[in-house]
């Protein structure tokens, strides 16, 4: 037998050696394939079928709000839509930048816990995020209202939606505070029972709210400010939810086109005597109280309500929320007046009886043009919590006289836990029964005292439709703005995105001959409350001293043609 020399034997080794198949390379993250569709995870109905399982989905970062000043998370979206229109394609991520930062067009594969966060369908906590090319999604087309029988916008949670339809502004009660405005298509939302033919339900289908992609309070970069009225087209963004509701948090600028321009007086009303009535929101001396809580807030609030006052320009004006302190507050507020429209342009009526609420209504006129016939009278009835201001005019070298009564009804907060006067679920609030019987009794002070050519004027804290209303027309008072104003403008008042005449002028038969003509003046309740006077959350580059967002309630107008004397 022949021995291989030890050259020859480690020749063959190495021909072995290399005969031998090499090792795999190592798996990469994106080796690792999905184990769900994002459809899957969201299931067809509200929560996610999969509660609690550790998932692994694939999609396209449509929406990117990582920072921890943000969302602390993203969006992706499936870009193989399955064939059920029940389940969304879309998911929220909660995975913070610290932990995988991703870009709109990252192609991920994101590994998580599939919640329910609150309503949100979610993977929290995500355990990797792989990025893993890129790709794109078109944003679907969407429309409101939401179909009734559609499941809302429930199947199209967290995906990429554009919305081509003009939207309008109903609600930025929260602009400044968190970033949020309510958009409606149909234009505006009103009360159901400030009008006929308002339906709550298509009211919630035709509404959109818009974020800011933070749930941070007071943020420090605003979306645009932008007045009730104001359309914008073509909004695009992602479908969160949070707090209750669904949310677009946009993923790119809204350019909102301003529809509702500002008017820098109120619309002209014919007539040679215009009364006017205003609710100041809490017009308060005493500071700390109601009202401004620091001198500087004060002389904010004053200079906006002189601005109102002096661009109303009305021969009296009804007041609500002035404070109770005698002549005190209401002085002021004469004495700021005329300081810019000349000395002895406006005078104040002493409350005969003003109650002893914190507030009282008030009554300032213009001398040169109205004389008052007799006393300032008022009502005792314990009705009243705040008592009616009543006062007869005559315009000068006029002959026929005419009755302002000032009124502020009971609100519609603080509810009672029981008795007939909480809330019934009708719309109308609590304390219905309450403003009914103050109407009630306001018929029978005008009836009893026999007032000349009544005009029941104020905050009535009651719609167009409620019952306190229709309680005066049965009596024989007729509202002026029903007949003046258009339907679309006939609001005073913003509530929960609704809007609304709280603030009301009706008057007698005979009154109602004289009447020539009647307007709202949309200074606050369009106006984001981030304008008013207040310092605590509002940036001080916003404020002006003008007289927009000088109360929550618009100013009404009413123009008379009175007879001359003879």
Not at 210 to 233: F, K
Not at 345 to 358: E, S
Not at 376 to 387: L, T
């Amino acid at each position: 037998m022949r021995v291989l020399s030890r050259a020859s034997l480690a020749a063959l080794v190495a021909v072995g050696l290399s005969a031998t198949p090499a090792a795999a390379a190592p798996a990469t993250p994106c080796d690792t394939p999905a184990t769900h569709r994002v459809a899957q995870v969201q299931g067809a109905g509200d929560a996610t079928p999969l509660a609690g399982q550790t998932v692994r989905v694939e999609g396209v970062v449509t929406g990117d709000f990582q920072r921890t000043d943000q969302l602390s998370g993203f969006f992706l979206q499936d870009t193989r839509p399955d064939a059920d229109p029940k389940t969304s394609e879309g998911l929220f991520a909660f995975a913070r930048e610290s932990f995988k930062d991703v870009k709109i067009g990252d192609r991920v594969l994101v590994t998580g816990r599939a919640i329910e966060f609150n309503g949100w369908t979610e993977l929290s906590p995500v355990t990797a995020v792989d990025v893993c090319g890129t790709g794109s999604v078109a944003a679907q087309s969407s429309t409101l209202p939401t179909g009734e029988n559609s499941g809302g916008l429930e199947p199209v949670e967290s995906m990429l939606l554009t919305f081509p339809q003009p939207l309008t502004v109903s609600d930025h009660y929260n602009l400044g505070r968190y970033g949020e405005v309510t958009l409606s298509s149909q234009g505006r939302l009103y009360q159901p029972t400030d009008r006929p033919g308002v339906d709550p339900a298509l009211n919630a289908r035709r509404s959109l709210l818009v974020d800011d992609g933070s749930n941070r309070e007071n943020p420090a970069t605003l979306p645009p400010i932008v007045r009730a009225g104001d359309v914008a087209t073509g909004i695009t963004g992602v479908l969160g939810y949070g707090f209750g509701k669904y949310r677009l948090q946009p993923t790119k600028a809204i350019d909102y086109k301003n529809l509702n321009p500002r008017l820098p007086k109120p619309l002209p009303v014919i007539g040679n005597v215009k009364v006017a009535s205003f609710n100041t929101l809490n017009w308060f001396t005493t500071l700390g109280s109601r009202g401004a809580t620091t001198a500087a807030e004060q002389q904010r609030q004053l200079a906006k309500l002189v601005a109102a006052l002096k661009g109303l320009n009305a021969d009296a004006v009804a007041l609500m929320e002035v404070e109770n302190n005698g002549q005190t507050a209401l002085q002021a507020l004469v004495d700021a007046v005329n300081a810019e429209v000349g000395a002895g342009t406006y005078a104040a009526l002493a409350h005969p009886y003003p109650g002893t609420d914190a507030i009282q209504v008030g009554l300032i006129y213009k001398p040169g043009k109205l004389t008052p016939v007799g006393e300032a009278k008022a009502s005792q009835d314990p009705v009243f919590s705040r008592p009616p201001l009543i006062q007869t005019f005559r315009r000068k070298s006029g002959s026929q006289p005419f009755t302002m009564v000032v009124n502020h009804l009971k609100s519609k907060g603080s509810c009672p836990s029981s008795s007939p006067d909480t809330d019934q679920g009708d719309g109308q609030g609590c304390w219905n029964p309450t403003r009914v019987a103050q109407a009630k009794a306001l018929l029978g002070i005008i009836a009893g005292q026999e007032l000349p050519n009544p005009i029941v004027l104020g905050d009535l804290n009651a719609y167009g439709e409620e019952d306190p209303i229709d309680t005066l027309e049965a009596g024989g008072l007729a509202g002026v703005t029903k007949k003046f104003v258009p339907a679309p403008q006939r609001y005073s008042y913003l509530f929960d995105g609704l809007a609304g005449e709280l603030d009301h002028a009706l008057v007698g038969k005979q009154l109602l001959k004289r009447v020539t003509g009647a307007t709202i003046w949309h200074i606050n309740a369009d106006e984001p409350r981030i304008l008013d006077y207040n310092t605590e959350y509002n940036p001080p580059g916003l404020y002006k001293p003008d007289a927009y967002r000088s109360s929550d309630h618009d100013p009404l107008v009413v123009g008379l043609t009175l007879p001359s004397a003879r």
